[in-house]
């Protein structure tokens, strides 16, 4: 399987070469952010288990909007769905409750 680092790592001399001009700071960010997202030069998360006393490491994501790495992770985990259904509040309205200024 080919990693989306590992294309980033090939590619981008190449990239930087043809297209220097019209990349910005903001897309070489991404590109760097992207490049350590859960691979072996990114920071580790170590997980315990207060239980069995199990220990697992892994590795952080970049949390960056454009890699789809760290998108997958946050669509696949539904936390911001489970988190934002438990703080909001159960209301009922009709339209007829709508008032226009």
Same mark, same amino acid.
């Given at each position: ?16 070469? @043809? @297209? ?20 072996? @030069? ?21 949390? @960056? ?37």
């Amino acid at each position: 399987m080919i990693l989306l680092a590992d294309l980033i790592d090939r590619y981008s001399s190449d990239l930087e070469h @043809h @297209h220097s001009h019209e990349l910005l700071p903001g897309h070489y960010r991404a590109l760097q952010a992207m490049r350590r997202c859960r691979n072996q @030069h990114s920071r580790v998360m170590i997980l315990h288990c207060n239980s069995c006393g199990h220990q697992s490491t892994v590795p952080h994501s970049c949390g @960056h909007r454009s890699c789809p790495i760290a998108s997958s992770m946050k669509a696949s985990s539904g936390w911001s769905g489970k988190r934002q259904s438990c703080c909001l509040l159960t209301i009922t309205w009709s339209p007829s409750q709508c008032r226009r200024s």
